[in-house]
């Protein structure tokens, strides 16, 4: 069975950076397109950046050029480089396959921009 915990969340101004980190139990990162998602109060989870196993990565349009996946997947933790945070990257902040199992969620790791 896998779990998959997030960590490395907190409260950052507008324009600062954190870096997210996903553990996981079992063998899920060198078999599994990975991505991180994230829901912020009254909207949909979306997926904001993927990484293949081959290492190649996308994002969506909001994050491009300010967040970087990487994945580690000898230790099994993928990784979320934040940097130039605004307001709107608030939310909860997920790991999961890129095809999410549902059985995979964790708790995320809340991430809060504000001054």
């Known amino acids: 069975q896998v779990h998959l915990v997030e960590s490395g969340g907190g409260l950052v101004q507008p324009g600062g950076s954190l870096r997210l980190s996903c553990g996981a139990s079992g063998r899920i990162f060198s078999i599994n397109h990975m991505g991180w998602y994230r829901q912020a109060p009254g909207k949909q989870r979306e997926l904001v950046a993927a990484i293949t196993t081959g290492g190649s990565t996308s994002y969506v349009d909001d994050v491009k050029g300010r967040f970087t996946i990487s994945r580690d997947n000898a230790n099994n933790t993928e990784y979320l480089q934040m940097n130039s945070l605004k307001p709107e990257d608030t939310a909860v902040y997920c790991c999961?396959?890129?095809?999410?199992?549902?059985?995979?969620w964790g708790q995320g790791t809340q991430v809060t921009v504000a001054s």
């Open positions: 999961n396959t890129v095809s999410p199992v549902a059985d995979y």
